[in-house]
Nanobody
Framework: QVQLVESGGGVVQAGGSLRVSCAASGRSLYATGWFRQAPGKEREFVAAISAGTYYADSVKGRFTISRDNAKNTVYLQMNNLKPEDTAVYYC?????????????????WGQGTQVTVSS
């Protein structure tokens, strides 16, 4: 069983930066993704990492996903944040080694961390 714990969310002004973290316990992570859900909207893919990295078009060039295998932790560095980035950010992991942009592909989910970008 894998447990995921996100941290690092908060409130930031537009144009600012935040880094959210996803720490895993129970077993080593393979493919890990970040998703987000804004009020009244469906959960959407943000970024994923396995052998490579993958990004939604809306965050390309602004967000960077990375991992520290020694700490079993995945990070999402978010720069040049916009008000439309406001959402609860969820970390997700799967035991297969290939990342996916589909939420249903992930078996393990964290509780989410709130990111709020003020204009």
């Amino acid at each position: 069983q894998v447990q995921l714990v996100e941290s690092g969310g908060g409130v930031v002004q537009a144009g600012g930066s935040l880094r959210v973290s996803c720490a895993a316990s129970g077993r080593s992570l393979y493919a890990t993704g970040w998703f987000r859900q804004a009020p009244g909207k469906e959960r959407e893919f943000v970024a994923a990492i396995s052998a490579g990295t993958y990004y939604a078009d809306s965050v390309k060039g602004r967000f960077t996903i990375s991992r520290d295998n020694a700490k079993n932790t995945v990070y999402l560095q978010m720069n040049n944040l916009k008000p439309e980035d406001t959402a609860v950010y969820y970390c997700a992991a799967r035991s297969l080694g290939v990342a996916s942009m589909k939420a249903e592909s992930y078996a393990y989910w964290g509780q989410g961390t709130q990111v709020t970008v003020s204009s």
